[in-house]
């Protein structure tokens, strides 16, 4: 809980240097998140943040990124990223715009190799059932390599 803590008033902090607007709800460490810096819940307005950006260098960009889509939202202005009040925002205090790679993003492994009877490779996640399915290129028929 100690970081829980500490967390609520580093976003309580940064959000008063600069937005000049108090934070009023709450600010968790959701393990969960994977590929995302942070996330705002319209509907109780409390912030998501992963915890594996809390340890890097950049991770009070990541704050004021979802500051502005809470501060936006609440003041009833364009709080999405397509807004142009939430673009003109973010670059004003110096949000980051994208969420910086971690590492956690999962790669899909293509386990079933075709080829087809004119030499086109395909590469499947799942299987395909070769009597049924040809090749979508030249519609010839598939062997497993």
């Given at each position: ?72 939202h609440l003041a009833g202005r364009g709080y999405r990223h397509r807004d142009q009040d939430f673009k003109r925002l973010l670059q004003q205090v110096g949000g980051s715009r994208y969420a910086p790679d971690v590492g ?42």
């Open positions: 809980m100690p970081e829980q803590v500490a967390l609520q008033e580093r976003v309580e902090q940064v959000s008063l240097s600069s937005f000049g607007q108090p934070f009023r709800h709450v600010a968790v460490f959701n393990s969960r998140l994977q590929t995302t810096g942070g996330r705002y819940h319209l509907s109780d307005h409390h912030l998501d943040f992963n915890p594996k950006m809390a340890k890097r260098a950049d991770f009070d960009a990541v704050i004021k990124h979802e500051l502005c889509h809470y501060h936006l956690a993003r999962r790669t899909v492994q293509r386990k079933y190799h075709y080829l087809c009877e004119n030499g086109h490779s395909i590469d499947r996640v799942r299987p395909v059932d070769v009597q049924r399915y040809r090749c979508a290129r030249c519609r010839g028929r598939l062997y497993p390599r």
